[in-house]
């Protein structure tokens, strides 16, 4: 679905990420986890093409992503949910669901009604405008828009960056129902221990290097881990 081999990027002529290798497969939760500026971000943003490849190599499903070329992939079912979300604040939850569907012509992999039953506070409030919603509850909506696309991998970035601990399970459970339905997720986390718990992989990501690798659940029981990120 998704490989990366030895590819490093940066900004400006910086390199921030150093011949990272990793792949996703289908119907599979990966997760990224590391600490800040690890480089975790930039690793999503160079695979939708919005930071430049400096060496290596990205495709998705079997064809080479382009810099530049994020709306072509999105039509091609990759879809990024970015921290901060990017929702169209003085649009409604509705108008924005809409908009999503937008994002890609033809088929709709998920019905709408799937999508509000997945968030049923999206469903108690169709009308209200986006920007007048919690982080948490703005955090589902860019979730259920990214579904209205009919994507075929997912990526989300800290998708519980800012919200209750409460939100952050109710996140945390819905993607592995999207997941069920054939979904590919690539998720980003400083929150290591939940997402441990619900990916199949995972990527420890260091000063823009890949550190460890490897399933999930032996990761989450790894010393290293577990001092580095899991509080010992
Ligand atoms: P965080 O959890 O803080 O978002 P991260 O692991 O996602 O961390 P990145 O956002 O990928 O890390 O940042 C990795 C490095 O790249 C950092 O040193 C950061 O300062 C640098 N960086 C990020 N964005 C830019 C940019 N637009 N221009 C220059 N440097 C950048």
């Known amino acids: 679905m998704l490989e990366l081999t030895s590819v490093s990027s940066g900004y400006h002529g910086l390199e921030i990420l150093h011949e990272v290798s990793l792949t996703v497969g ?28 400096q060496s290596g190599s990205v495709r ?27 929702l169209f604040g003085s649009l409604t939850v509705m108008e924005n669901l809409r908009m999503g569907a937008r ?3 033809g088929r709709t992999r998920f019905e709408e009604d799937w999508i509000l039953g997945l968030f049923p506070i999206l469903a108690e409030r169709r009308t209200q405008l986006a920007e007048t919603m919690s982080g948490g509850q703005q955090q589902m909506l860019a979730i259920a828009r990214a579904l209205m696309s009919a994507p075929e991998l997912l990526m989300l970035d800290e998708p519980s960056t800012g919200l209750s601990p409460l939100l952050t ?5 819905a993607i592995p129902a999207i997941r069920d339905e054939g979904v590919s997720i690539l998720i980003v986390e400083q ?32 010393d290293r881990v577990r001092s580095a990120y899991l509080g010992g």
């Open 60 to 86: 998705y499903q079997d064809q080479p992503v382009g810099f530049g070329k994020t709306h072509a992939l999105a039509r091609r079912g990759l879809m990024l949910v970015p921290e901060h979300r990017e």
């Open 169 to 173: 399970e109710a996140v945390f459970r």
């Open 103 to 105: 994002a890609r012509s």
């Open 26 to 53: 289908p119907a599979e939760i990966v997760a990224i986890v590391g600490a800040n500026g690890a480089g975790k971000s930039t690793t999503l943003k160079t695979i939708v093409g919005e930071v430049r490849v």
């Open 191 to 222: 929150n290591a221990g939940q997402v441990l718990a619900i990916a199949d992989r995972a990527y420890v990501l260091e000063s823009g290097s890949v550190a460890l690798e490897g399933a999930a659940s032996e990761l989450a029981s790894d």
